[in-house]
Each structure stands twice: as structure tokens, then as C-alpha cells.
């Protein structure tokens, strides 16, 4: 059973950095795609960034480009989020989900492709 659980969600001040992790259980990341995705009440989730087979193949959404950075340790099952340089609109709650990869390793960083998921935790940035 496919299993991901984050952590490292936090209350920070404007300008801080949070480290978010994402372990997973019940499959090899070896054949995923994973994605963080942030969602606030009343709408839907938005794409932060996702990672694919290969090192270097990552999508990050413009939003937030230069200042979070995704990275995966496939030895650890584990995919981590850094994010820099906080602002208050990163506000949300951040979930993880994985993508199982077909040979060509193709995918699209879009939460509705994304079938595993985990509970998410909740990133506030305040002063």
C-alpha cells in the first residue's frame, strides 16, 4: 500500500526558510514522479514543483522559481521540499503525491495526473 507522509510544516516569519519532507512507503521512488502541491481554503490545489526519474528534470511553478528547490533521496524514499526567501502568500497547505512513470518517464506537473497523496502539512508565513 502506497503510503506518503509529510512533515517539517511550520509557523515562519516573512524571509524564513522551512525544509518540508516527504517519505514514502509501499513503492520504490525509483519509478515515480513526485509533486508538491499547496492548497488554501476555497480553492483548488496549485502545482509547486515536481520532480521526475532523472536528476536536473524538475518543473517549478513561476511563483516560486529561484526560491524553493525540490530534491529526492531515492535510497531514503524520501523527496524533500527547501524553501527560501518565505513570503506570505506561500500560505498553505503543502501536500506531496507521487505519479507512477511509464518508459518514457514523461509527465505533467498537474495534481489531477498525481494518484497518490499524502495529508499534507500546513505552512504559515507570518510576522
Known amino acids: 500500500q502506497l503510503q506518503l507522509v509529510e512533515s517539517g510544516g511550520d509557523l515562519v516569519q516573512p524571509g524564513g526558510s522551512l525544509r518540508l519532507s516527504c517519505a514514502v512507503s509501499?513503492?520504490?521512488?525509483?519509478?515515480?514522479?513526485m509533486g508538491w502541491f499547496r492548497q488554501v481554503p476555497g480553492k483548488g490545489p496549485e502545482a509547486v514543483t515536481c520532480i521526475g526519474r532523472n536528476y536536473g528534470d524538475t518543473v517549478y511553478a513561476n511563483s516560486v522559481k529561484g526560491r524553493f528547490t525540490i530534491s529526492r533521496d531515492n535510497a531514503k524514499n524520501t523527496v524533500y521540499l527547501q524553501m527560501n526567501s518565505l513570503k506570505r502568500e506561500d500560505t498553505a497547505r503543502y501536500y506531496c503525491a507521487a505519479l507512477f512513470l511509464d518508459d518514457s518517464g514523461n509527465y505533467q506537473c498537474d495534481s489531477i495526473y498525481f494518484t497518490s497523496w499524502g495529508q499534507g502539512t500546513q505552512v504559515t508565513v507570518s510576522s
Open positions: 509501499g513503492f520504490s521512488l525509483d519509478y515515480y514522479a
